[in-house]
Each structure stands twice: as structure tokens, then as C-alpha cells.
């Protein structure tokens, strides 16, 4: 499986930006997939995810909710992060990912939980 994550730039604040994320190696729609972001010197953070195309759920942190959308395009095999009001604490690598399990019914929001990585796209939003 190969995920490769685009979309990447530098934005003022307020600015928008949309990630997009295409997989090969296996039947896309069957498994959720996430975005993260790793500011330096912080952890890697949950921002979003959407289920399995069968659910069609969404989950987002609550720094993100109402200004950040994920979506899916199965024809694709592409998923994307829509980010806007984007603000300077959003300044992050962003990474996507595809979950280990198929199938499942609510997204996860853990590292552990998704087996394949892109290789991150850097977001930088100035104030």
C-alpha cells in the first residue's frame, strides 16, 4: 500500500488550503482513513477521519471542528482535507493514513490503529 499526501503550502491566517491523499495497494472504499499533524518538538495528533465507504462517518479534533473537512473520492482512491480559517497553531506536517482494520464501524483516532503512512505534506500558516 502507498499513500501520497499533496497539497502543502504556505498560507496567511484565515487562508485556506486542501490536502489530498492517493492510495494504491488495496480496495480503498473498505477502509477508514486519517489525517494527522506533527507541529516540532509536539506528538503526532489526531485532526481527522472518515469511515469505511459503507459508514460514511467523520470524526475531527475539537481545534478543527467547523473549519477543517475531510471527504473521500472512492473513484479516486483519494482522500482529502479541506482546511479552512486556518490559523498559525495549524502549522504542522500533515500525514495521512489508512487504517489497519476494514470494516470498521466508528473511525479511531490512534496512531497504533493505522498501518500505512504517507510521507507528509508541510502546512505553514503565518500571522
Known amino acids: 500500500v502507498q499513500l501520497q499526501a499533496s497539497g502543502g503550502g504556505l498560507v496567511q491566517a484565515g487562508g485556506s488550503l486542501r490536502l489530498s491523499c492517493a492510495a494504491s495497494?488495496?480496495?480503498?472504499?473498505?477502509?477508514?482513513m486519517g489525517w494527522f499533524r506533527q507541529a516540532p518538538g509536539k506528538e503526532r495528533e489526531f485532526v481527522a477521519a472518515?469511515?469505511?465507504?459503507?459508514?460514511?462517518?467523520?470524526y475531527y479534533v475539537d481545534s478543527v471542528k467547523g473549519r477543517f473537512t475531510i471527504s473521500r473520492d472512492n473513484a479516486k482512491n483519494t482522500v482529502y482535507l479541506q482546511m479552512n480559517s486556518l490559523k498559525p497553531e495549524d502549522t504542522a506536517v500533515y500525514y495521512c493514513?489508512?487504517?489497519?482494520?476494514?470494516?470498521?464501524?466508528?473511525?479511531?483516532?490512534?496512531?497504533?490503529?493505522?498501518?500505512?503512512w504517507g510521507q507528509g505534506t508541510q502546512v505553514t500558516v503565518s500571522s
Open positions: 495497494g488495496r480496495t480503498f472504499s473498505n477502509y477508514a
Open positions: 472518515i469511515s469505511w465507504t459503507g459508514i460514511s462517518k467523520t
Open positions: 493514513a489508512a487504517d489497519r482494520t476494514a470494516y470498521r464501524r466508528v473511525p479511531v483516532t490512534l496512531p497504533s490503529e493505522y498501518d500505512y
